[in-house]
């Protein structure tokens, strides 16, 4: 199989772009579709200040190089999420990729800082991990870019992960989400902006970038997430896919193009108006934010081990099935995903 | 050849020579949601792998949150 370009021996082919691509085009592929949507959508300048949420995963790792490769003044912000050896293999393949490109990494530790976990949350509130999670993560985001002078909040959100989304959110006719669903959130009453630069991007692609570029990220899957529905909607997104290539990037930049302007207005009207968390300062349409009242009530209570409360919702998920976890979780762990908020 | 399988890892042999699309096929996988890694590089589509190589399958699909 020879390069699209250069009639090199290829080393990928991208059957969506009917191309196929040696290492040098496949990475200068990567670099001009991030180019191009950092572009198209009005993402941020070379002046400004990015903040990168780094998970140690391939699509944060890829886009933090990427942005350093294009120029901009990106920095990174990694939180450690007390899920037992998962967060240590991520929080070291991090620590090591910023300091071997000499970039600068922002560290939070929730069970130092902040006094819990994720298995401990999950099991205090009797939620899925991805609920307080996806909560904890925007709160943090939110909060160190405010506080750190950034003008941008950059995520890894690849095509696969925006357009198993907009599946979600099609199939329960999610419409206040559909109105929100976008590359770019803009800065609202305290909350930064954020982008995703990675929406051109498959992650088949942003994988094959860091296998490329030599980037050692973690390939195990969150011990959390195993079998959510968020995993679902992508497997059957590929199933069509292999099918019938470039139905992701149809599905989702069409939605973009020609549906999702009419349901802004229905997500407009269900924005609330925010004041400050009096007890931390950020913005929120609750007296005390949700993040302060997830502190509260998890904080100091006895640590429970990933493997504890993994075997519990294999449990429940065997008991329960896995279509039928809690709606409001499902709801975060969506929110998560696509970086959107959700408000108390 | 040596057939290196991800979460959890695993290994398998299998005969060569043998294409990658055709070594997927054969595995039941979705070759959207792999990509097939030799040594320091990947390996296309149409490449024929051999008795001697060692590859592995890695997954690429993630939970979403980053």
């Known amino acids: ?344 | 050849m040596r057939v290196v399988l991800r979460n959890p890892r695993r290994e398998l042999e299998v005969a060569g020579p043998i294409s990658v699309t055709k070594l997927l096929r054969q595995l039941d996988l979705n070759r959207e949601s792999v990509l097939v890694v030799r040594g320091d590089t990947l390996v296309a589509g149409d490449a024929v792998l051999s008795d001697d190589d060692t590859v592995e399958i890695r997954p690429v699909i993630s939970g979403g949150a980053s």
């Open chain 1, 1 to 344: 199989m020879k390069c699209t370009v250069c009639r090199g021996e290829a080393v990928i082919d991208l059957r969506r772009h009917n191309a196929n691509f040696c290492r040098e085009h496949f990475l200068r592929f990567c670099r001009d579709q991030v180019a191009k949507a950092i572009a198209e959508h009005r993402m941020f300048g070379p002046d400004d200040r990015v903040l990168v949420a780094v998970s140690g995963g391939k699509d944060s790792l890829a886009l933090w190089d990427l942005l350093v490769e294009l120029g901009y003044r990106a920095e990174g912000l990694y939180i450690d999420l007390g899920i037992g050896s998962y967060s240590e293999a991520s929080t070291a393949t991090s620590v090591a990729f910023a300091e071997s490109r000499g970039l600068t990494l922002h560290r939070v530790d929730l069970r130092e800082e902040h006094g819990y976990d994720i298995p401990t949350a999950a099991a205090v509130t009797r939620r899925v991990p991805c609920s307080s999670c996806g909560l904890s993560k925007r709160h943090l985001f939110d909060e160190v870019a405010r506080t750190g002078g950034f003008d941008v909040v950059a995520t890894g959100h690849n095509l696969d992960d925006e357009a198993a989304v907009l599946l979600g959110n099609v199939l329960h006719w999610q419409t206040e989400y559909l109105g929100r669903q976008a590359p770019v959130l803009e800065e609202r009453d305290g909350f930064p902006k954020k982008v995703k630069p990675l929406v051109r991007l498959s992650e088949r692609e942003t994988a094959a970038y860091c296998v490329l570029r030599g980037i050692d990220y973690i390939v195990e899957e969150c011990p959390m997430a195993a079998g959510n529905r968020h995993l679902r909607y992508k497997e059957a997104l590929n199933a069509l896919e292999a099918a019938s290539p470039g139905t992701k990037h149809a599905f989702y930049f069409e939605f973009l193009d020609k549906a999702a302007d009419r349901f802004r207005p229905e997500a407009r009207a269900s924005q609330e108006e925010l004041r400050p968390c009096t007890s931390c300062g950020a913005p929120t349409t609750a007296e005390v934010c949700a993040f302060c009242r997830l502190v509260e009530r998890v904080r100091g209570a006895e640590p429970v081990p990933v493997e504890v409360l993994g075997s519990k919702g294999r449990r429940r998920r065997r008991r329960n099935g896995a279509a039928r976890d809690g709606a409001a979780a499902e709801a975060g762990a969506t929110a998560a995903a696509a970086g959107e908020r959700v408000r108390p």
